[in-house]
């Protein structure tokens, strides 16, 4: 458990959490601000990530790892500090694969990718802080030997590749409003991002079995 | 190398194999799908009509004798005032209303179709008053009237007044219905097909004998104002004309109000015999708002108030002795439009359109008798409106036979009836001074007129179906010839038995004349027949697909992929002796990605849109190639410095697509003047021009030092190394020479300027074939002491140093930019894939050299360099600007050379030339003997993959056009991406081979 090992029912709780915590941001743009993703889409993104970035960052940093020398509000902090320094190396994936530019969308592309930094670097940077072997592991992803790894990295490739899959019907000429940038994206990101965090619980279950049969 | 040398032709065979089929498969598909026509250059004279069996003149004087006559002196002829016909108008308005709708056509759709079938029999009495008639003719038939029905009112009041001269046509466009080939059709009378074989490019001038071209031989002055498109097809032949440019789609008030200030104050003069006004504005309002939008119906409103004026303008002179005493005025749409405002395809919403015509000078009474009344019902103040149904095919020869001008050559239309019979003259009886053969009665005159027009034109259609068919390069079908034929032949053995017979001195009885029974009728029922199988076989040769065709040429492409994937398997047991195994298996997700990404490419021409956003999905695509190959790096823990470069490249790549596309959106023909206006326009900001001026200069210098670079790494040959800096240096210079002559930048001494100009690229072009034949030359030196891949390497750097200055030079500016980025692309991918090798020397190489990866990113950074230099997949995306560099005056051939250099240079000549370097770069790092005896093998693998992802993005694209062939984009979009894949894809397969051939 020290070593940042993660039980099954811990993670189904963990990612069960996150969820909530997304559709609670939704749910309050919806309901309380009366905000959609496809009418206002900066104003919505900016409050999925107040309310999803406490919640991810918090349950992340609680599951850190080398719990000896790192407290939970180092972690956090990790967290904070990880965030820009992913929504940087998202907005570069995004604008490398032809998001728009330009001052009509900028503030989209802020929100966005500091949401996408959210599902996919600052749970990595929390949990592993800087440490170098954990992060190869995770991005060689040769395979999961920890639960963690999965709770990790499923849902953050769920998340990449939910995004990318999600950038298909923006050159449709559907004139819907939802193919405007990075509306759809953000749709296939957080589709991606939940068949992830369900597959990760999937398999730490998979793989709590297994280290069970090896122990017996 | 002994194996390698025995086998060479073995491994050459499978690119002839591949090369033949593919020119099969897209020979085949071809002819099934783009309907191609001949274009003869022969036109029609006033005096050819003595050679016809029916002269307008002889046979009322010559009434006993029924044959021709052996030659009418063309005094006479002039004389008489007439040419073919008699002229029965004076002076004609044409007012083109572009992209004027005329039904609406949801609530029967099933009717369609067999409404198609009937086209050809106008009196057919298929239910089509439920079809909604919506800017112009009455909508009472549906419950939910739109806004934009029935505008223009003041047309509908004139057709449905008592006793009047004016009628309301639904005219049958044919497709396709983009405006350059609708008035092309309108004025040769014939059906221009997507690819009219024998235009010349660039300049859209009609060579073809045309309406305007008769008119202008005969004396007809012609005014001209509205769209200019008129004039890039009549770039001569007008008196006057006010054109405004058509391109900017969103614009929809300058040509119309162009045409409105001259349109008025040109009716009260005197100096034109055909004044024709073309109006944009529907079309551009429907192209941007589509057609349920208040600025179309602003539109339409004004339109209805400006023909309003108009017709007052035209009455009150038509008294006798006015001005417009015998005038005719037609009003009409060149094609209709859909809902969305788009045109260009064959549904029946774009190909119904309308015609208005009237005659100022009243027809008698009778003339009733002759309108086909089978499609009339009450418009909305309950009068009676007929409408009749008009093809625009037979517009041309009609106008003709009205204003009596030889009809166009090449014309296959047949004069209409009913617009014939609005003209009052055409009712007057014949050889006024030879009244003993004059019938006394309206109609029977009306008869032997239109009879004798037909005969006329029967004989015009004819004539240009033997010639035709005698000199084009795909013929009409034989026997629908012989029935043609026959049925001419019948009709004129009529002709000749009704003129005798007619003509007797005593005369027939009046009554037998009228009825339906009369000679005449018969005749012309007879040639009415001849004219519509005329058309129909036209029709069918040149708007219809051949499926069976198209068909048999989708499975050749089919079966070349199978071909494509043998030969390569054949490679990989050829490659195993020297490998231990093949573990591309084992590498699974490195082969499946680069396939996907293939497929996905390949599978996203089934969709418009994505054939519109092609280089932005092609930039994706290479993107994530790019951020894939992170991937090694990045799980090593290094950085990856040069992926995250060819990262930043494919940024750069990405914006120079979205230029280009954002010039796509507003192209139009007038787009090859389009990048000299930027820089006339930034001329006024002098930082800029000194920028745009001077940095393509400083790249030059910058290419030109990384080929002294990598020609100075050729180990042998010497001679050759300083004949390539010497050559690619002073060619690089010329450039420079050439680009600064064109700027202002600094004062010039003529001379100099015009050295500069035309002088420098001929020698450019000169120094690349020498290099050219230097580099093939040097293919057959002494090389026994030379490593293979040393020698591929020379021999390709050769040829790559021969192309680049005249692709460079044809490129323009973007060229050293463009160039330099292909070149850094490609070193950083070779860069990266090397890396991954060197850590893999241990294991097997063969597996790693076939990694399709680098070939993929390859391929994907050509496609991307193509719409970076501003190309993309229509006609209006060459860059015909290139083809004039260095010459003035246009030879199709050289221009055509220049500008297919330039649009498959720096997408397909430059890569393909240059695939060797991924066998080279790679393999001289490696120690490995065997590996280095493989070079062959490998280069030969390399190609396959390579030439795989072409042809299996060609084959979908090929599929797609098959499905989409009715689609509404599909002479816009769909079959000019098709033209452009399969050039393209003949263009790789004949590379390759040459390559092959040139490096084995």
């Given at each position: 458990m020290d070593s940042g090992e993660i039980t099954a029912s811990?993670?189904?709780?963990?990612?069960?959490?996150?969820?909530?915590?997304?559709?609670?941001?939704?749910?309050?743009?919806?309901?309380?601000?009366?905000?959609?993703?496809?009418?206002?889409?900066?104003?919505?993104?900016?409050?999925?990530?107040v309310v999803e970035g406490p919640v991810i960052i918090g349950i992340y940093g609680w599951v850190r790892r080398d719990r000896g020398h790192c407290s939970y509000w180092k972690a956090v902090s990790r967290g904070l500090l990880g965030l820009p320094i992913g929504a940087l190396l998202n907005a570069f994936g995004a604008i490398v694969l032809g998001a728009p530019v330009g001052l009509k969308y900028w503030l989209s592309t802020i929100y966005w990718s500091s949401l996408m930094s959210l599902f996919t670097f600052v749970p990595a940077v929390c949990v592993f802080g800087t440490s170098r072997t954990d992060w190869q592991r995770i991005l060689a992803y040769s395979k999961p030997k920890e639960g963690i790894d999965c709770v990790i990295s499923l849902p953050a490739q769920g998340a990449v590749i939910g995004a990318w899959l999600g950038a298909w019907p923006m050159p449709l000429d559907w004139e819907r409003p939802w193919q405007e940038w990075p509306i759809c994206v953000t749709y296939g990101a957080i589709a991606g991002y939940s068949v992830g965090m369900f597959a990760s619980a999937v398999f730490v279950q998979l793989l709590r079995r297994k280290v069970h049969v090896k122990d017996d | 190398m002994a194996t390698a040398g025995g086998s060479k032709w073995s491994l050459i065979r499978p690119f002839l194999v591949i090369l033949l089929i593919h020119s099969l498969a897209i020979y085949l598909f071809t002819r099934g799908f783009l309907l191609t026509r001949t274009e003869l250059a022969s036109y029609s004279h006033c005096s050819d009509l003595t050679h016809s069996p029916c002269s307008s003149i002889s046979y009322s004087r010559r009434r006993s004798n029924s044959t021709p006559p052996p030659d009418e002196s063309p005094d006479e002829l002039h004389q008489d005032r007439r040419c073919w016909t008699k002229p029965a108008v004076d002076r004609l308005v044409i007012i083109v209303l572009d992209a004027l709708r005329q039904s609406f056509l949801s609530a029967l759709p099933r009717l369609l179709s067999s409404f198609h079938k009937q086209i050809g029999r106008p009196n057919s009495d298929f239910l089509i008053c439920f079809r909604l008639f919506d800017f112009v003719a009455p909508s009472t038939f549906f419950k939910d009237k739109k806004p934009w029905m029935d505008k223009l009112r003041v047309l509908q009041k004139l057709a449905a007044a008592e006793g009047s001269s004016a009628r309301i046509f639904k005219a049958i466009a044919d497709p396709p219905t983009t405006s350059l080939q609708r008035l092309k059709g309108l004025t040769t009378g014939g059906l221009p097909t997507f690819i009219d074989v024998g235009n010349s490019f660039g300049a859209p001038a009609i060579v073809e004998d045309n309406l305007i071209h008769q008119l202008v031989r005969n004396g007809k002055r012609v005014l001209m104002m509205g769209d200019d498109t008129w004039l890039q097809l009549f770039p001569d032949h007008f008196n006057t004309s006010y054109p405004y440019p058509s391109f900017n789609v969103k614009d929809l008030d300058t040509v119309d109000n162009g045409v409105i200030e001259h349109l008025l104050p040109s009716l009260y003069k005197e100096d034109w015999d055909v004044l024709i006004a073309h109006f944009l504005g529907v079309d551009h309002a429907g192209h941007i708002f589509g057609v349920d939008s208040a600025q179309m119906i602003q539109k339409l409103e004004q339109y209805n108030s400006i023909l309003e004026e108009v017709v007052n303008v035209l009455k009150s002179q038509s008294g006798a002795g006015g001005l417009h005493e015998n005038t005719f005025l037609i009003v009409m749409g060149d094609h209709g439009q859909t809902t969305n405002g788009d045109h260009g395809g064959g549904t029946a919403e774009e190909v119904e359109t309308s015609l208005f015509a009237m005659s100022l000078q009243s027809p008698p009474a009778s003339v009733s008798s002759v309108l086909d009344s089978s499609f009339c019902h009450a418009d909305l103040d309950g009068r009676k409106l007929c409408i009749g149904i008009f093809e625009q095919l037979d517009f041309a020869v009609t106008i003709s036979a009205l204003l009596g001008i030889p009809f166009p050559f090449g014309s296959i239309g047949r004069v209409d009836p009913e617009i014939y019979a609005l003209s009052a003259h055409t009712w007057e009886g014949r050889g006024t001074g030879t009244n003993d053969c004059q019938p006394s009665s309206d109609l029977a005159a009306w008869k032997q007129n239109y009879a004798n027009a037909l005969c006329i034109n029967s004989w015009q259609v004819k004539r240009y179906i033997d010639l035709y068919s005698a000199t084009s390069v795909i013929g009409l079908p034989i026997e629908d010839l012989n029935h043609v034929s026959q049925l001419y032949s019948q009709a004129q053995t009529n002709w000749s038995d009704t003129v005798s017979s007619s003509y007797l001195p005593m005369g027939t009885p009046d009554r037998i004349q009228d009825s339906e029974e009369s000679p005449f009728q018969q005749q012309i029922d007879a040639y009415s027949d001849f004219l519509e199988s005329v058309a129909k076989l036209a029709r069918s040769a040149w708007t219809e697909f051949d499926g069976p065709l198209m068909g048999v040429g989708l499975s050749c492409m089919i079966v070349s992929l199978a071909i494509h994937l043998l030969a390569i398997r054949r490679l990989n047991i050829l490659c195993k002796p020297y490998q231990n195994a093949l573990s591309i298996l084992g590498n699974y997700f490195g082969l499946v990605s680069p396939l996907l990404l293939v497929a996905i490419r390949a599978a996203s021409f089934l969709s418009n849109s994505y054939i519109l956003a092609e280089g932005s999905v092609a930039n994706f695509l290479l993107a994530t190639t790019g951020i894939i190959r992170l991937h090694p790096s990045i799980s090593e823990w290094k950085l990856p410095t040069d992926e995250l470069f060819f990262l930043i490249l494919s940024t750069i790549i990405r914006f120079g697509i979205e230029i280009g596309m954002s010039k796509e959106s507003s192209a139009s023909t007038f787009l090859f003047t389009f990048s000299k206006n930027i820089f006339r326009i930034n001329e006024r900001d002098s930082l800029w021009t000194v920028l745009t001026d001077i940095f393509p200069i400083i790249l030059l210098v910058?290419?030109?030092?990384?080929?002294?670079?990598?020609?100075?790494?050729?180990?042998?040959?010497?001679?050759?190394?300083?004949?390539?800096?010497?050559?690619?240096?002073?060619?690089?210079?010329?450039?420079?020479?050439?680009?600064?002559?064109?700027?202002?930048?600094?004062?010039?001494?003529?001379?100099?300027?015009?050295?500069?100009?035309?002088?420098?690229?001929?020698?450019?072009?000169?120094?690349?074939?020498?290099?050219?034949?230097?580099?093939?030359?040097?293919?057959?030196?002494?090389?026994?002491?030379?490593?293979?891949?040393?020698?591929?390497?020379?021999?390709?750097?050769?040829?790559?140093?021969?192309?680049?200055?005249?692709?460079?030079?044809?490129?323009?500016?973007?060229?050293?930019?463009?160039?330099?980025?292909?070149?850094?692309?490609?070193?950083?991918?070779?860069?990266?894939?090397?890396?991954?090798?060197?850590?893999?020397?241990?294991?097997?190489?063969?597996?790693?050299?076939?990694?399709?990866?680098?070939?993929?990113?390859?391929?994907?950074?050509?496609?991307?360099?193509?719409?970076?230099?501003?190309?993309?997949?229509?006609?209006?995306?060459?860059?015909?600007?290139?083809?004039?560099?260095?010459?003035?005056?246009?030879?199709?051939?050289?221009?055509?050379?220049?500008?297919?250099?330039?649009?498959?240079?720096?997408?397909?000549?430059?890569?393909?030339?240059?695939?060797?370097?991924?066998?080279?770069?790679?393999?001289?790092?490696?120690?490995?003997?065997?590996?280095?005896?493989?070079?062959?093998?490998?280069?030969?693998?390399?190609?396959?993959?390579?030439?795989?992802?072409?042809?299996?993005?060609?084959?979908?694209?090929?599929?797609?056009?098959t499905i989409q062939r009715r689609h509404l984009m599909v002479w816009g979009l769909f079959a000019p991406k098709y033209v452009f894949d399969a050039i393209g894809l003949l263009v790789t397969d004949a590379l390759i081979f040459m390559a092959s051939l040139y490096y084995y």
């Open positions: 811990k993670a189904v709780g963990l990612h069960f959490l996150c969820v909530v915590g997304l559709a609670a941001g939704y749910g309050i743009a919806r309901v309380g601000c009366d905000l959609s993703l496809v009418t206002d889409p900066a104003r919505t993104l900016r409050l999925l990530l | 910058v290419l030109a030092i990384m080929f002294y670079k990598f020609i100075s790494g050729i180990c042998c040959w010497p001679h050759l190394r300083y004949i390539l800096y010497f050559g690619t240096v002073s060619s690089y210079v010329l450039i420079a020479l050439h680009w600064a002559s064109e700027s202002n930048l600094m004062p010039i001494s003529m001379f100099v300027q015009y050295t500069g100009r035309n002088f420098a690229p001929r020698v450019v072009y000169a120094i690349g074939f020498g290099l050219l034949v230097l580099s093939v030359l040097s293919r057959f030196m002494d090389s026994s002491r030379v490593k293979p891949t040393a020698r591929m390497t020379v021999l390709s750097l050769a040829l790559v140093s021969s192309w680049s200055p005249t692709i460079l030079i044809l490129l323009g500016r973007q060229g050293p930019f463009a160039v330099l980025i292909f070149i850094s692309g490609a070193w950083f991918i070779l860069k990266s894939r090397r890396e991954g090798c060197i850590e893999s020397t241990s294991r097997d190489l063969g597996a790693s050299v076939i990694d399709p990866m680098p070939v993929i990113q390859w391929s994907f950074l050509a496609v991307c360099l193509f719409f970076y230099t501003g190309h993309w997949c229509t006609f209006d995306g060459l860059r015909y600007g290139a083809a004039f560099v260095g010459f003035d005056h246009f030879n199709i051939m050289r221009q055509g050379l220049l500008l297919a250099i330039d649009t498959f240079g720096v997408s397909h000549i430059l890569p393909i030339l240059s695939i060797p370097f991924i066998i080279t770069l790679q393999l001289q790092n490696s120690k490995d003997n065997v590996a280095e005896g493989n070079t062959f093998l490998y280069l030969a693998q390399v190609f396959l993959i390579y030439g795989l992802i072409t042809a299996t993005t060609t084959t979908l694209t090929i599929i797609c056009v």
